[in-house]
């Protein structure tokens, strides 16, 4: 069973989700299996072996509306799509095609970015052996996806959704790339704008896209802890890896268990929320750094080559369902180059901030390995960028609970005192800053009859947040400094 993460705080009578601006809400995967290595597992329960994965977590659950017009329009991220993709077409020609259309009577047709279009993909899709036993990664009871056409000479994947995000960089043999989303397949790579054999334009599958033009768009706060809060996503992560590398099983331990900032609710992100975090206007190859932004940090390492100067991939706590051992993969972002060794050299096949997926185990000592036609490197062995929740998004008060905490003088400047009533159960009680940084911890057993008061002396002017967490709820309650 998925917990559900996502929910929102009242603040003067509107949303903290509206109050805080979260336009990138980072849609779930759809991923409600559980997995060992190797195969499908009963769900774990907590301090069990392979705690902690994709669907044990839940975000934003996906809702689309048919609008029997030819679009789509995502509930959640406030994005219209078009239905139907027609033809493959090439990059300059599908700019062409959305100025020019009028599907659903609309106008205001775009290329979506990259980030646009990762929103649509679910990783309860599967790639089998063939179009046969395979289920595209993205929702067909509202999506038409084509498949590969086969009688072309295409294989049953090539049915790539390309983007208007351009790599800056360049991939394989210095091709320009265009990132686009595989929804057959499950990954993200660049692909040569132009067919590296004769020059000519490439063509892939283009679905345009309409309204909310601030999704995608990070809104990062340093809160000096080391931790990066993003207040467009509503999550806070881990401003630098800690330099160790992890097979799958040992990067969810090492989530679950691991205490930073004062916090312990930290754990391995799934793919959308990491692939929100990329910085697709930098690399390693043109700004010297990986593909994120300059707040965070991650180690550097030298490639199978030993060249130094290259960044890592970082794994994410989703199964793969690629290959015909279903169950036997790790999804990861690359936020270095995303590099395969063909015909004996190492080159940067996909572009930094891909999303491709490694074998969940196997001895440290057997890799990097390369696999594919593009021969990807596979290093098992990948670091770690936890994530976690920003405390201000809980429940709400109702009105039965707001007169059961008392908080006076509210604004305040110095000091303020809270009554509890003693029907009132709680276990834990935290002070928050607006990014969800921990300001206080109180100790529940230091409440004396039913009051305590908080010192803000040292603080700055500004919104915080009174968090009371119970047996079955969370409930916050806002407290201003003047």
Not at 90 to 118: N, Q
Not at 271 to 300: G, H, M, W
Request: overall charge negative; some cysteine; hydrophobic content about 30%.
């Amino acid at each position: 069973m998925k917990y559900l993460l996502l929910t929102s705080v009242i603040l003067f009578g509107c949303t903290f989700a509206h109050a805080q601006n979260i336009n990138y809400k980072v849609v779930d995967t759809n991923l409600k299996t559980f997995y060992n290595n190797l195969s499908v597992i009963s769900e774990p329960a907590e301090e069990e072996d392979y705690y902690g994965q994709d669907a044990h977590y839940s975000g934003f659950q996906s809702s689309y509306t048919n609008n029997n017009d030819g679009t789509i329009s995502d509930n959640v991220t406030g994005l219209m799509w078009q239905q139907n993709m027609g033809v493959k077409i090439s990059f300059d020609d599908a700019f062409i095609k959305a100025d020019s259309l009028t599907v659903g009577g609309h106008h205001d047709w775009r290329v979506p970015t990259l980030k646009e279009l990762y929103s649509l993909i679910q990783f309860n899709g599967i790639t089998g052996q063939s179009s046969s036993n395979s289920n595209p990664y993205i929702d067909t009871d509202y999506f038409d996806q084509p498949f590969g056409d086969e009688s072309l000479g295409e294989r049953f994947i090539d049915a790539q959704t390309w983007s208007a995000t351009e790599y800056i960089g360049k991939i394989m043999h210095g091709n320009d790339g265009i990132f686009g989303v595989n929804f057959i397949d499950g990954r993200i790579k660049g692909y040569p704008k132009a067919k590296p054999a004769t020059g000519l334009p490439n063509k892939m599958y283009f679905r345009m896209v309409r309204g909310n033009s601030e999704y995608g768009k990070n809104n990062f706060v340093d809160n000096k802890d080391g931790t990066i809060s993003d207040l467009a996503t509503g999550l806070m992560w881990q401003q630098a890896d800690n330099g160790e590398t992890y097979d799958w099983q040992e990067a969810l331990n090492y989530a679950e268990s691991h205490n930073h900032a004062d916090y312990s609710d930290w754990r391995l992100p799934n793919p959308k929320e990491l692939q929100s975090i990329v910085d697709y206007s930098r690399c390693p190859d043109i700004t010297n750094s990986p593909a994120i932004d300059a707040l965070f940090s991650c180690t550097e390492i030298n490639d199978p080559d030993g060249n130094p100067g290259h960044y890592g991939f970082y794994l994410t706590g989703t199964t793969h369902h690629d290959g015909p051992q279903i169950g036997k993969h790790a999804i990861y972002v690359a936020f270095g180059e995303a590099q395969g060794e063909m015909n004996n050299e190492l080159l940067d096949v996909h572009g930094a901030g891909a999303q491709r997926g490694d074998p969940k185990s196997g001895n440290r000592e057997d890799y990097p390995q390369f696999f594919g036609p593009q021969g990807d490197v596979r290093y098992v062995y990948n670091f770690v960028r936890c994530v976690r929740n920003i405390d201000t998004l809980q429940t709400s008060l109702n009105s039965i609970q707001k007169k059961m905490i008392k908080i006076y003088p509210n604004p305040c400047y110095d000091s303020c005192k809270i009554t509890f009533d003693e029907n009132l159960q709680f276990s834990k009680i935290k002070v928050v800053s607006l990014t969800g940084k921990k300001i206080k911890s109180i100790n529940p057993e230091n409440i004396h009859s039913g009051t305590i008061q908080i010192n803000f002396d040292t603080l700055e002017p500004g919104v915080y947040f009174l968090i009371i967490q119970g047996e079955n709820e969370t409930i916050s309650e806002k407290i201003i400094k003047v």
